[in-house]
Structure formats: structure tokens, C-alpha cells
């Protein structure tokens, strides 16, 4: 115990012992008891600060941070480019990092800041220190290369601008050159100026006796300062608000008579720009209210201000530094103070800091921010958007950041060694207002171990399936290592439990359960049952999948588990009813909670495919003819696998039938080869071939013609649907696995101790057998045992109400937005089921780049490639639906983006009659620039009233308001369809939409809502971002057809829905504004339209088929 108790707890201990013998007045039981309960509770709170999974000891803490941790993210290479930002977010910088002559004479020869950050060292337990540069090392911005490489990082995670730190002292400049190698670069970055306007001394290194430069503010200069920093506001890539350019000030209360010299300078400012700048002060230093200066405003600048009246944690912590005398504060109170704090009668300009640690510069007496996580900080991030989103400066949302690459403070972004880009990465997420993945949808994976076995490979082919095809966040717990182990970590990251217990005992493990509280988790095979009650006591929801067949839970003692799983999980499920009926055998009747049980196979996870040249490759290796019958079996080769049982039944039929060979594929049990060593040197092994393990066993069953089971206990093995995935038919012993109810539809059961039937079985299989059988085994395995259906039963169990969500996207020469596409598509936060990618014969390097994408992501892409263009978007489309196997499916056009949150909001709406939801959008051009944030310009001409908020309605009546006359829904990115709804309609229309140049989807949407029972529901909100085009359409004839298209719309409407659905007088006020528009009315002549002209050629566009009329084919 005392080994938790800080070292200040300790002595507070002694004093009062002392206090004791001394006699004091207070009863020593009373005060014992109050001793103790102090030193609890302080020693939870040190426990709950330093969270034991931190080093206990300054040695280890360096080496623990001296490495990639588990929040450690890489570079996201295949991001999009192109995004939408929320806010401007613009980040200090300190241009510190390059010698020059002042430093090297105050600090010693070939200064920079990097020997500042060397010095820094952890305190305390937890202490994030040293922190170590990654990617760009310990560079020089006296290399311009150094600068582009800050730019393009920076640009990546949405930091549009830096707020460069200028020095002016009386005429004299310090560190500009990497400022003026920024402004000569030919960067896609912005920039501004802070006037950091102080006395450089000692101070940053805990010394402020000397003063090493000063600042005199003297009149003969001012003409020389206004006209330096005007030639930087002057720069075309200076950052503007509003047409201004932004100029910030360090600390505004240092300047003689204040208020009058920034009147003089903004006038004289405006004279030389041509344009007045916005003069904006730093909150520090007690100095909060630019109305006293006459300014435009403030910007935060933590820790300045936010900390002023937090509070110290440093009696929480565990001291490493007896000579520590720093000052700790609490990260997330820091972040709370801002985002609680009411907004002031000024305009303010938030400011967030990644991390603050200046240990490295005043060496243990220093400010910490502690505790700093990319989660908290990029809470903290979009807080602050959201702010500057609700109070914009001067229109404009902006947001600070303090500090692109404050090293030696601890403020920075730029990548490091323990986290990498994971700041980089949380400052896309806020920015760009993706979902973080800690905010995703989460699952804890259980398994028992990291070996090459069946229940390991299950567990790590799910994990596969939740993070590279559904898109979850996973992390996965094995109570024990293993082979397996990497490959467990290259899909999500794994704790051991052996691991995490000898590192900080059960309290480490609680610390890690704590971070999945309140979610989901699913633990796999019977050994893990132990573990379902702890889970369960952390909140989390638990499904208990079970294998083990009633021998194995005997022999491995496993009763206790069963009781445990029986008696906490949510769900237990079973792959058969024998595994069932033997869980429940150990069971006391009156507790067994059946409702709570199901039989849910598993599937097939291996990818096997019938290959006729693996077929006859394996066979010449082997040396085994192309007429002989060959029977196969795998797995690891050990009592339970009865490969004994294997062995003889092929010594027996070998010595009787030349023709026939035997396959084992797996690794040989040790105990196996003693006990049968003298049958293995006695058979054929011309004819009884054992290979070993192999991870090409598609070439394996190819060679074969059926498979022979030998397992005396084998819960439902993979390796039968496997099989059956080729063709193969099926041998096994009655009762020894869960296929019994099956089998018999798809091969031949025996009893194991009849070795004559066994045999007739086997060749009769094999003489047997038929084209149609074979390819009734294959549709089985293929329609009724796919591997992600059956995970995503799972992830039902957990969340019922999880919507089944097919996305297809339709592309055709875009492979320019491919990344932004599906990266919007990736970022979802509801788990998506599958990604359908159709390529319409693209010309460009569409198919190389989706490749390349999905790969980067590491997410799964069924990309399905057109050798001839289809001519029509809507055949792609109907391709897409005949692949989809979701309830709910999204065609998200290939140009278009979407927020995270457009899924989960979208299925939110459906409800029983629901055949389709929608949300408003925001466009973009051709080129990605903001052209509006919604179509609520456009709604009044529709109906302003309806548009105006969400709404659910039923289909008839959603026509009437808004389809019937115009068409109001105006990007079918923006739609989630019933899936089985849409078919239908698609079905019905096919040879109308293949005529259909310009309105096929507003026909659709009639189609589709005309059903019985019908509804439709709008999220007022826009989720969606439609990319518009601009198109020339030359030719009165082209606009005579597409009026035509729309008047069809019309007469449509009136068929389906009834004479009442529109007014007479509505159509053709509307048809007569069409044909002014497209001047039909006028001398003929090519007429060219514009989507962005005005908001009559915006009712154009958006109505030419619902602003899909543009082809997206050939």
C-alpha cells in the first residue's frame, strides 16, 4: 500500500505520527482513523491521476514514453485533400528552430530550441516527458524544405493559416528568416503576424534577472515597424477576414498611452494597405478586455487566463523529483473552464492547447497541463468550433490553436514519437467535423489465447470483418499470447492480459476495462467466461460465444466459466444445438436462462475458390494422377481431430484402391507423432500425403474430391463449409459436431466405430457425385453461410436497433474524387455492412486509385468494373442493388461528399412505412470551393414552410407539397433508400429510365413514395455536400426535350397520385418560368446555362431530374 501513497502523503503521515506521541489533545484512534481514511482517499486520487498503467519510476517512464504508445496514430496517407472545414483554424508558430548570432551569444554557440527540449524529464508519475520529434526530427527552418513539409502536414489535418511570432525591437528583427522563406515559398498556406511585444530575458528559462533585448517603443521607429509589418499584411497569401487583413498583438498594455498609439498605427496601416486591418490582443497577463484598447477583439491564449484560478493537483501525484516545486494543473478542467465560460460583451476568438509543458525550459519548475489525451483535446477542439460557428468574428469562424511546434512548452502539433499524428489526426476530426474513432462505434473482443487454432482464427477473421468492412472501432483482450499475436495487432489493438497484470496488477486491467465502459463486447470460446461478470460490472453489454463441446469443458476444468457466462451474459450463442445441449448439461436446470441463448452458425471466413490450375499444380507436386480420387482433410493434427482415426481409415483404402491418395493438411500434434510413429513410417507416404500447415488451401480442395472429417469432437469446423465452398462432399461421425442437422442435405454421416460403412461412405462420395450437387453445396455457402452476415447477427445482439446499410457508389472518370468520396464514405459513424464500388469502364485511373484508397484506409471494397460504359447511371444503379444485401442502402454519386454523421442521423428516420429519408445539402463547385451551406435559398420557390424543419410525412402528401410541381429533392447523394422498395420501382422503370436523360430520379422518387403506406422523412440539416457542375446544353432542342421531361414529371404525378395532387395554375406558371429561362421563347441559338449563375439557373439545375440530370455515364 505504501508504495501508492505519494511521497507528500507519506510525510503528512509522519507529521501527524509525531502529532501522536506528542500527545496530542485528539484520541489516537480518532485520529488514526482519520489518517487513514486521508491517506485512502489521497491514495485513490494519486491511483486515479497517475492511472497505474504509467511507469512507476523515472527510468521507465522515459522509456515508456520514449516509444509509440497505445493511442499512437500513423499518417493518414490516403486522406482526402479536399474537405470541408467547420472553421478557419489557424496555429502559432514559433520560428525559433535555426541558429543566429543573438542566440549563440546569449546561450552559447550553435543554440536553437531543441537543446531546451532535451532537457526535459518526467516529475511524476504520468509526466509526459521527453517529448521526442518523429517525422521531421530535430530539424532547421534554415532548410525551406523543412517549411513545405510543416505546410503540407499542417494543410493536411484542415490548419488553413500560421500565426507566425514576430520580434521587432526598435528596429531590430530576431528570427524572421523563416518567416521570409515562407512568404518567398509557393506553399497552399496562409499567414499572420503576432507582435510578441516584450522584453526578451531569462525568463522562458526560469531566470528573469537579465534582460537580453528590450523593447523602447520609440516615435523615431514607428514609420520603419508599420512599414515591415505592412508588407507582410500586403502578401497575397496574409490572412484575411472579411477583406482584412488580421493583425494580433502580444500584449497590448505594455505599449505607452496604448490606446491612442494603436488609433495612430491603424490609421497609418490603413493609408499604406489601402485597407483598414483588424488589430486583435492575446488574453494574458491579467489583461482580458480589448475595449480598453480600442481594439477589435481577443484571442485566448492558454494557459494564459483558463488556469488563473484552477487549482494544483500536485498533492495527487506521485512525485519522482524531490526538488519538483512546478505547478500542475488538470488538462481537462482546463478545457472544461473553456468551454463553460460565458461568451463577453467583445468579440473573442478561441484558442485551444494540444498539451502545456514547460518542464523542458525551467527543468522541474515549470507549468503542466496534465493529462492531455488526442480524445479530450479534440473534445476541447470542436468545442471551440462550435463556439466560433455561434459567435463568428466579423462573420468568419475562427479558432487558434497554441501551437503548431512549441516544443520546448510542450505546445505543439507537429508529429512525435509517443503519439505520432494522433493530434494531427483529432485536429482533422474537429475540423472537419468527422467522427472520431474513439466515438465510433466501439467492441472489446475476448479471446483466451493467440495460437493457430479454430476459435483464435474466428475471433481475429470478426475483428477483421468489424474494422476493415463494417468500419468499427475494435480493440481486442487475449488472456494469454501466441503466434498470432501480430497478426492480431495489425488489425486492432491488442492487450494481453498476462501482460497487463504483471505491468499494474488488477488495477491495470480495471483501467483498461474503464476505458470501455457502457459498451459492447463480445468473448469468444468458454475460457473467457471468467471475464463476463468483471465486463459486466463495468456496464458493458456481453455476448458469450460458445465452442467447446462437453468433453473439453471436463478435461479443461471449465464448469466455473459456464456458470459465469450462464449466469452474466446478455447473450450466449451457440454454432449448434449439440453445444448447446452439452453447456447446458453442466448447468442447473432452473437457472438456465434460455431466452438468452441462441444457435447461430458461424459461417465460412476464408476466401476459397475453385482453381483448375491449382488443381493440377498440387497434384504434379504431390505426384498424384489426374484421374486418381484424392479425399482430404485439415486442421491440427491431434486426438481431437482424430487424426489417428484419419491415418487408418487411408492405410486401409490405399492397400485396397491404387487410385486413391489422402491429404492431411495441418500441423502434426507432437503426441501424434510418438504415438503413431510407427504407422507414419509404415504407410505409403507416396499416397498419404501430410503437408504440413498451409494458408493455400483453396489449392488444397481444389486438388481434392471430398472431404473426410475424422474429428471425434468438433463444434461446427470451418473447414466443412470450406470444403463445401469448391463442391466437395462431406463425410463425418454422427454426433461429434454441430453440422448433424445439415449434413445429410450435403454429405454422409457414419458411426465412428463402423469402419466398412466409413468406407463405403468415402467412395461413394466421390463415385457419387454430381455437377448439380457440387454446385448446390457451393450456393449454400455462398447464400446462407456468409462469414459477415453472421458478424453482423452479432453486432445485432448488442444493438438491435443497428440498421443493416449497403453504400454503393456509382463512378465514372472521378477518380479525382475518389479520395474525398470515400473518405466521406469511411468516416461514417454507423457501421456500414458493405462497400459496393462500380466503375463504368473509367477511362482515368479510377480502378488504380480506388485500389489505392481502400488500401491506405485498410477497409474492404467489393469493386466491380464495367469492361464496356452501361451508357446509363441508372443500370449502374441497378447493379448496385443487385449485389446489396443491406435493408438500407445509400448511392453516394462518386463527386459528392458527406458529414460523418449523415448515416446515423438518416436511419434515425426510418420507421415502419419509411421508404426513403433525405437531408438538406451544402454545395461545392467542380473545384471544391464553398458555394453555399444549404438549399434553403431555393426551398421557398418549393414550399418555405415545409422545409424549414425536420419532418416525417406520409409519401402522398410529401408529393403534393414537393415533387409534384418542382422538384424538391436535389441531390440523390442526400437519399437512404429502403432497399427493397427502391428495387422494386427500379425493376418497374427500367425502360423509362433508360430514356430518361434529365429527370430519372425525380422519377424514382414518385415512384417509390406511391406505395401503399408509404412515408418519407427530411432532416433539416446539411449532412450532405453536392458537388455542382457547370454544363453548357447548346440547342433549343435540348432545352425543348428537357422540358418535356419535366411536364412528363407532371402528368406522372397526376396518374399516380390523382388529379388533386397539384394545382393546374402551379405547373404552368412554373413550365412558362422554364421556357423564359431557357429562352424558348426567343430566336433560336445556343444558349449556355450555368448552375451558379443565379438562383433562377440554381431552380434549372436543381429540377433538370433533380440535379442529377447532368450524365454521370458515357
Request: glycine residues 6%.
Amino acid at each position: 500500500m505504501r508504495k501508492l501513497i505519494p511521497v507528500v502523503v507519506q510525510k503528512r503521515y509522519a507529521r501527524l505520527r509525531r502529532k501522536l506521541r506528542q500527545g496530542a489533545a485528539t484520541t489516537m484512534r480518532g485520529c488514526a482513523r482519520r489518517l487513514n481514511a486521508r491517506a485512502a482517499h489521497m491514495a485513490e486520487r494519486s491511483t486515479r491521476r497517475s492511472s497505474l498503467r504509467y511507469p512507476a519510476s523515472m527510468a521507465e517512464s522515459i522509456r515508456h514514453f520514449a516509444n509509440p504508445g497505445d493511442a499512437f496514430e500513423a499518417r493518414l496517407d490516403d486522406a482526402p485533400r479536399e474537405f470541408q472545414r467547420l472553421a478557419r483554424t489557424i496555429a502559432f508558430y514559433l520560428p525559433q528552430f535555426h541558429a543566429f548570432e543573438e542566440n549563440n551569444r546569449w546561450w552559447g554557440e550553435g543554440f536553437t530550441e531543441w537543446r531546451n527540449v532535451s532537457r526535459g524529464a518526467p516529475r511524476f508519475r504520468g509526466h509526459y516527458q521527453p517529448r521526442i520529434p518523429r517525422d521531421l526530427g530535430c530539424y532547421d527552418l534554415d532548410n525551406p524544405e523543412v517549411i513545405r513539409a510543416q505546410c503540407e502536414l499542417a494543410a493536411d489535418a484542415g490548419i488553413e493559416a500560421f500565426c507566425f511570432y514576430y520580434y521587432w525591437f526598435d528596429g531590430k528583427r530576431l528570427m524572421d528568416k523563416p518567416l521570409d522563406a515562407f512568404c518567398e515559398m509557393d506553399v497552399e498556406q496562409d499567414f499572420c503576424i503576432m507582435w510578441a511585444n516584450e522584453n526578451w530575458t531569462r525568463t522562458w528559462d526560469g531566470f528573469d534577472s537579465e534582460v537580453l533585448i528590450e523593447q523602447h517603443y520609440r516615435d523615431e521607429d514607428e514609420a520603419a515597424f508599420i512599414a515591415d509589418t505592412a508588407r507582410y499584411m500586403a502578401h497575397e497569401r496574409y490572412v484575411k477576414v472579411a477583406g482584412r487583413p488580421l493583425f494580433l498583438l502580444y500584449r497590448p498594455g505594455l505599449l505607452p498611452d496604448a490606446r491612442n498609439t494603436l488609433s495612430r498605427w491603424r490609421e497609418r496601416w490603413t493609408e499604406a494597405l489601402g485597407m483598414e486591418p483588424w488589430i486583435l490582443m492575446v488574453q494574458g497577463f491579467g489583461d482580458t478586455d480589448p475595449r480598453v484598447y480600442g481594439l477589435d477583439g481577443a484571442v485566448e491564449f492558454p494557459p494564459h487566463k483558463l488556469c488563473e484560478n484552477l487549482p494544483n493537483i500536485n498533492r495527487e501525484l506521485e512525485i519522482f523529483d524531490e526538488r519538483f516545486t512546478g505547478n500542475v494543473r488538470d488538462y481537462e478542467a482546463v478545457v472544461a473552464t473553456s468551454l463553460n465560460e460565458a461568451p463577453p460583451a467583445w468579440p473573442l476568438v478561441k484558442t485551444v492547447v494540444p498539451h502545456w509543458d514547460n518542464d523542458a525550459r525551467r527543468e522541474g519548475r515549470g507549468l503542466t497541463l496534465h493529462g492531455s489525451t488526442p480524445e479530450n483535446y479534440e473534445r476541447w477542439l470542436k468545442g471551440a468550433i462550435d463556439y466560433a460557428n455561434r459567435h463568428p468574428f466579423a462573420g468568419e469562424s475562427l479558432v487558434f490553436i497554441n501551437a503548431w511546434n512549441e516544443w520546448a512548452e510542450g505546445a505543439y502539433l507537429e508529429p512525435d514519437v509517443h503519439y505520432g499524428h494522433a493530434y494531427l489526426n483529432a485536429t482533422r476530426r474537429a475540423v472537419s467535423g468527422m467522427v472520431s474513432p474513439a466515438k465510433s462505434t466501439r467492441i472489446l473482443l475476448v479471446g483466451h489465447d493467440a495460437y493457430r487454432h479454430g476459435a483464435q482464427m474466428l475471433l481475429l477473421n470478426i475483428a477483421t470483418v468489424f474494422r476493415r468492412q463494417f468500419g468499427m472501432e475494435v480493440t481486442i483482450l487475449l488472456k494469454g499470447g501466441g503466434p498470432l499475436l501480430q497478426a492480431y495487432r495489425a488489425v486492432a489493438r491488442t492487450e494481453v492480459l498476462e501482460t497487463l497484470l504483471a505491468r499494474g496488477g488488477e488495477a491495470a486491467l480495471d483501467a483498461f476495462l474503464a476505458e470501455h465502459r457502457d459498451g459492447m463486447a463480445i468473448c469468444n470460446t468458454t475460457v473467457t467466461g471468467d471475464l463476463v461478470p468483471r465486463l459486466k460490472r463495468q456496464g458493458l453489454s456481453v455476448v458469450s460465444l460458445v465452442h467447446e463441446m462437453p468433453a473439453l469443458v471436463r478435461e479443461y476444468a471449465l464448469e466455473k466459466e459456464v456458470a459465469a457466462i450462464n449466469g452474466s451474459a446478455d447473450h450466449v450463442v451457440f454454432a449448434s444445438s449439440v453445444v448447446q445441449d452439452g453447456f447446458n448439461g453442466f448447468c442447473d436446470a432452473d437457472a438456465i436462462a434460455h431466452a438468452r441463448q441462441l444457435i447461430r452458425p458461424q459461417g465460412s471466413y476464408k476466401a476459397i475458390a475453385w482453381n483448375s490450375e491449382a488443381r493440377q499444380r498440387i497434384r504434379r507436386e504431390l505426384g498424384i494422377g489426374d484421374d486418381a480420387r484424392v479425399i482430404v482433410n485439415v486442421g491440427y493434427a491431434d486426438l481431437r481431430k482424430g487424426f489417428d482415426l484419419f491415418m487408418q481409415s487411408a492405410i486401409r483404402l490405399t492397400q485396397a484402391h491404387p487410385d486413391l491418395h489422402f491429404i492431411w493438411a495441418g500441423a502434426l500434434a507432437p503426441d501424434m507423432e510418438r504415438w503413431l510413429a510407427s504407422d507414419l513410417e509404415a504407410c505409403d507416404r507416396e499416397r498419404i500425403h501430410l503437408v504440413g500447415f498451409t494458408d493455400a488451401m483453396s489449392d488444397y480442395y481444389s486438388a481434392s474430391d471430398c472431404l473426410f472429417l475424422s474429428s471425434r469432437e468438433d463444434p461446427y469446423p470451418s473447414v466443412v463449409l470450406e470444403a463445401m465452398d469448391v463442391g466437395l462432399p462431406v463425410v463425418l461421425f454422427r454426433g461429434a459436431t454441430g453440422f448433424e442437422s445439415m449434413i445429410d442435405e450435403f454429405g454422409t454421416r457414419v458411426e465412428r466405430t463402423d469402419t466398412e460403412a466409413l468406407d463405403r461412405a468415402l467412395l461413394a462420395a466421390i463415385d457419387g457425385d454430381s455437377d448439380e450437387a457440387a454446385a448446390h453445396r457451393m450456393h449454400h455457402v455462398r447464400e446462407r453461410a456468409r462469414f459477415d452476415d453472421y458478424c453482423f447477427d452479432l453486432l445485432k445482439l448488442l444493438v438491435p436497433d443497428m440498421p443493416k446499410i449497403s453504400v454503393v457508389v456509382p463512378n465514372y472518370n472521378y477518380a479525382h474524387y475518389m479520395s474525398g468520396r470515400l473518405g466521406s464514405v469511411f468516416a461514417q459513424q454507423q457501421p456500414v455492412f458493405e462497400v459496393l464500388v462500380l466503375d463504368d469502364a473509367s477511362s482515368d485511373d479510377s480502378v488504380a486509385e480506388i485500389r489505392r484508397i481502400a488500401a491506405g484506409a485498410e477497409r474492404h471494397v467489393r469493386l466491380v468494373v464495367n469492361d464496356e460504359n452501361s451508357g446509363n447511371v441508372f443500370r449502374q444503379w441497378r447493379k448496385g442493388l443487385s449485389l446489396a444485401r443491406g435493408e438500407l442502402v445509400w448511392i453516394a454519386e462518386a463527386d459528392d461528399l458527406a458529414a460523418p454523421d449523415f448515416l446515423t442521423a438518416s436511419a434515425a428516420g426510418f420507421a415502419s412505412g419509411t421508404v426513403m429519408s433525405f437531408t438538406d445539402s451544402a454545395q461545392i463547385d467542380a473545384g471544391g470551393r464553398h458555394l453555399a451551406d444549404s438549399y434553403d435559398y431555393y426551398y421557398p420557390s418549393i414550399d418555405a414552410a415545409l422545409f424549414a424543419a425536420d419532418f416525417d410525412l406520409p409519401g402522398r402528401e410529401f408529393v403534393a407539397r414537393a415533387l409534384s410541381v418542382r422538384n424538391g429533392i436535389l441531390n440523390a447523394s442526400a437519399v437512404l433508400w429502403r432497399r427493397e422498395t427502391l428495387v422494386a420501382s427500379i425493376m418497374r422503370l427500367a425502360d423509362e429510365l433508360a430514356e430518361a436523360r434529365l429527370v430519372g430520379d425525380w422519377l424514382l422518387y414518385l415512384d417509390v413514395l406511391a406505395g401503399d403506406g408509404a412515408r418519407i422523412s427530411y432532416l433539416n440539416r446539411s449532412l450532405n455536400t453536392h458537388r455542382r457542375h457547370d454544363r453548357s446544353v447548346t440547342g433549343s432542342l435540348d432545352h425543348e426535350r428537357h422540358l418535356d421531361e419535366i411536364m412528363s414529371m407532371h402528368e406522372r404525378a397526376l396518374v399516380l397520385f390523382g388529379e388533386d395532387i397539384s394545382d393546374a395554375g402551379k405547373r404552368a406558371d412554373y413550365v412558362a418560368e422554364l421556357r423564359r429561362q431557357f429562352g424558348l421563347d426567343a430566336e433560336a441559338g445556343a444558349v449556355r446555362v450555368s448552375e451558379q449563375d443565379d438562383a433562377a439557373n440554381d431552380a434549372y439545375a436543381a429540377n433538370g431530374g433533380g440535379a442529377e440530370g447532368r450524365d454521370r455515364a458515357a
